[in-house]
């Protein structure tokens, strides 16, 4: 049995990763390659509900509580979904990880990076990413894109510092780790997007043992 994959998107609000995992799954199923589709908070009845509270505009929610929340469901996302496809030799795709609870609760809401990162190896078993694509976009623009799919959610509604603050600490967090993540100009459009996330992916699944005609 091949290795799994474990790939994340990440990235402020709007910036596309929901169109470019699908994109991405598409090109996996396409060419045989056994994969599942996940997010966070999310991927369990538990996160489902979790999520719901999470991005209730109606909520406010103070920073710890927020972070435990998120941690919450991404223990429970591990255990049941992760950790049992990457044993089976499967690519996880996952919209957003542990990087958005740094970004978000450390960078945007000013919660202590150590304690976050401690936390988040207790209830993640230490499970890191193989790959993280982080598409960057300046938050003006990503707000403005997430405000024409409708109502904005909680976190939408936040001012433009605090997704400044956010999109700051995801660029620190790829800056330290350059050889997990891969950044992306967001600005660019679907298909060439696609394609950086394509060629990217094509190296990762010849590393892991996993055939693929990717060049």
């Known amino acids: 049995m091949t290795p799994g994959l474990f790939i994340t998107f990440e990235g402020p609000e709007g910036a596309g990763k929901s169109t470019q995992l699908a994109r991405l799954a598409e090109q996996l199923e396409a060419?045989?390659?056994p994969y599942i589709v996940t997010r966070e908070p999310g991927g369990t009845p538990l996160g489902t509900r979790v999520r719901d509270v999470l991005l209730d505009p109606a909520l406010t929610i103070d920073p710890l509580p927020e972070f435990l929340l998120y941690s919450a469901s991404r223990a429970q996302l591990v255990r049941d979904v992760i950790r049992p496809a990457l044993e089976r030799g499967e690519?996880?795709?996952?919209?957003?990880?542990?990087?958005?609870s740094l970004a978000y609760q450390g960078a945007g809401r000013g919660l202590d990076a150590a304690f976050l990162n401690a936390l988040t190896q207790e209830v993640t078993g230490g499970l890191t990413p193989d790959l993280t694509v982080l598409l960057d976009l300046d938050p003006g623009v990503g707000?403005?894109?997430?405000?024409s799919r409708g109502q904005p959610d909680r976190l939408e509604r936040a001012d433009l510092d605090f997704h400044r603050r956010v999109r700051q600490g995801f660029l620190d967090l790829a800056a330290r780790e350059p050889g997990r993540f891969v950044v992306l100009d967001a600005t660019q459009d679907v298909e060439t997007l696609a394609a950086s996330v394509w060629r990217t992916m094509g190296e990762r699944l010849r590393g892991a043992g996993v055939r693929s005609p990717v060049r």
């Open 31 to 33: 060419e045989g390659v």
């Open 91 to 100: 690519v996880v795709l996952c919209d957003r990880y542990a990087d958005s």
């Open 143 to 147: 707000l403005a894109r997430a405000a």
